[in-house]
């Protein structure tokens, strides 16, 4: 027996399909009705087959081959080659995309449904996606300019360059960690791409990232009157790369938040330690020039440090882009002597290595999301 009719079978059992319909056939093939009894592989290489195919998603199988509920009596089927079924089950990221294209309005209507959800009743709406950072902002110029003496000019717009961006990392993270459990009910019920579930509340905080950085930019060029930087060319790529670190790691831990609840807490505890370990109230500049360490250490712990941590370098990344370069003055008064740390431009190739970083967790992420996303309705 070819080894697709086992397939059919089986993934029929599993949906509770009583017939199947594979529409109109083509090439002159005469339609094999399948078996009422369970087939087994006639080979090593069919049990293979099988085996591999299993582990892939059942909507790609009822996307290539057009399986749709018949009421007829009988259900047919048109063989495939097995060339070409070998085709289809090795490219997943491929079909991934383009199952994500093909649901693109879902999507689209998700993202526009957590953005009105966020705010429902609300006077100022958008607005209060400001005050938060706004705050912050204010709280951290009045405590590390006046009572820590850092003597930076306009040392707000360099904080906000920097926690505008995690902001959105942080709240998008979150945001992801609970999205398959809120819509577990809708998962059992239909189908349609899990992804778009966490993408849809990353999505929903990109958008407010995009316009809270418009609000920085109408106030630092239109204001302040801060001077256009070439530098700002590299903006997209920047943005870019952060985005596809968000989507990345917001698939991988929304995919483990539905089996291990745990997971959501520990996320929050990390991003609150990820914080300070991230140049966002300091300045990478000094950790360069620390002197808690040895001068022949300081350069390989500074690339070390921004490797590892890809907010690191994307902070330092914004500001450099944003912001004109400054020569960081730090003068504590309780110490009474002052500390300078000259500007480092951006690394391009810091920045390289953080966007090939950020599109290979993408992938990883997304696919690992794909392989498991059938088993969340077995969750109890």
Same mark, same amino acid.
């Given at each position: 027996?070819?080894?697709?009719?086992?397939?059919?079978?089986?993934?029929?059992?599993?949906?509770?399909?009583?017939?199947?319909?594979? !529409?109109?056939?083509?090439?002159? /093939?005469?339609?094999?009705?399948?078996?009422?009894?369970?087939?087994?592989?006639?080979?090593?290489?069919?049990?293979?087959?099988?085996?591999?195919?299993?582990?892939?998603?059942?909507?790609?199988?009822? %996307?290539?081959?057009?399986?749709?509920?018949?009421?007829?009596?009988?259900?047919?089927?048109?063989?495939?080659?097995?060339?070409? @079924?070998?085709?289809?089950?090795?490219?997943?990221?491929?079909?991934?995309?383009?199952?994500?294209?093909?649901?693109?309005?879902?999507?689209?209507? *998700?993202?526009?449904?957590?953005?009105?959800?966020?705010?429902?009743?609300?006077?100022?709406?958008?607005?209060?996606?400001?005050?938060?950072?706004?705050?912050?902002? @204010?709280? &951290?110029?009045?405590?590390?300019?006046? +009572?820590?003496?850092?003597?930076?000019?306009?040392?707000?717009?360099?904080?906000?360059?920097?926690?505008?961006?995690?902001?959105?990392?942080?709240?998008?993270?979150?945001?992801?960690?609970?999205?398959?459990?809120?819509? &577990?009910?809708?998962?059992?019920?239909?189908?349609?791409?899990?992804?778009?579930?966490?993408?849809?509340?990353?999505?929903? =905080?990109?958008?407010?990232?995009?316009?809270?950085?418009?609000?920085?930019?109408?106030?630092?060029?239109?204001?302040?009157?801060?001077?256009?930087?070439?530098?700002?060319?590299?903006?997209?790529?920047?943005?870019?790369?952060?985005?596809?670190? +968000?989507?990345?790691?917001?698939?991988?831990?929304?995919?483990?938040?539905?089996?291990?609840?745990?997971?959501?807490?520990?996320?929050? +505890?990390? @991003?609150?330690?990820?914080?300070?370990?991230?140049?966002?109230?300091?300045?990478?500049?000094?950790?360069?020039?620390?002197?808690?360490?040895? /001068?022949?250490?300081?350069?390989?712990?500074?690339?070390?440090?921004?490797?590892? =941590?890809? &907010?690191?370098?994307?902070?330092?990344?914004?500001?450099?882009?944003?912001?004109?370069?400054?020569?960081?003055?730090? /003068?504590?008064?309780?110490?009474?002597?002052?500390?300078?740390?000259?500007?480092?431009? *951006?690394?391009?190739?810091?920045? !390289? %290595?953080?966007?090939?970083?950020?599109?290979?967790?993408?992938?990883?992420?997304?696919?690992?999301?794909?392989?498991?996303?059938?088993?969340?309705?077995?969750?109890?």
């Amino acid at each position: 027996m070819p080894t697709q009719f086992v397939l059919i079978r089986r993934i029929v059992q599993f949906h509770e399909y009583p017939f199947l319909n594979l !529409g109109a056939h083509s090439g002159g /093939e005469t339609p094999v009705p399948i078996p009422n009894t369970a087939v087994k592989p006639s080979s090593a290489e069919d049990t293979a087959l099988v085996t591999e195919w299993e582990n892939r998603s059942v909507p790609r199988l009822r %996307a290539h081959l057009r399986l749709q509920p018949h009421a007829g009596a009988v259900s047919h089927l048109t063989p495939l080659k097995d060339s070409t @079924l070998r085709q289809r089950i090795t490219n997943p990221v491929r079909d991934l995309l383009l199952e994500l294209w093909q649901y693109r309005e879902l999507l689209r209507t *998700l993202v526009i449904r957590e953005l009105r959800v966020r705010y429902k009743n609300s006077i100022l709406g958008f607005f209060w996606s400001l005050v938060n950072p706004l705050a912050t902002v @204010l709280v &951290m110029t009045l405590v590390f300019k006046y +009572v820590m003496g850092m003597r930076i000019a306009n040392y707000s717009a360099y904080i906000l360059a920097a926690y505008l961006p995690w902001t959105f990392f942080q709240f998008a993270l979150l945001d992801s960690s609970q999205t398959i459990l809120v819509y &577990m009910q809708v998962i059992k019920k239909i189908y349609f791409p899990r992804v778009l579930l966490p993408l849809a509340a990353v999505l929903a =905080n990109f958008v407010h990232f995009l316009l809270a950085m418009g609000v920085l930019f109408v106030y630092l060029y239109g204001y302040v009157g801060t001077p256009l930087q070439l530098s700002l060319l590299w903006l997209p790529v920047i943005v870019l790369s952060q985005l596809l670190w +968000v989507v990345g790691l917001s698939a991988l831990i929304a995919c483990w938040n539905a089996f291990y609840e745990d997971v959501k807490y520990l996320v929050s +505890v990390g @991003l609150q330690l990820l914080f300070f370990l991230t140049p966002i109230i300091y300045f990478s500049e000094q950790v360069r020039y620390t002197t808690l360490l040895p /001068e022949a250490y300081r350069e390989g712990v500074f690339w070390a440090y921004h490797l590892l =941590n890809p &907010m690191a370098t994307l902070a330092m990344a914004y500001r450099k882009a944003v912001l004109p370069p400054i020569t960081i003055i730090h /003068e504590p008064a309780a110490m009474g002597q002052t500390t300078q740390f000259p500007d480092m431009p *951006l690394p391009l190739w810091l920045l !390289g %290595a953080n966007l090939l970083a950020g599109a290979v967790v993408a992938l990883g992420g997304l696919s690992y999301f794909r392989k498991r996303e059938w088993e969340f309705v077995e969750r109890p």
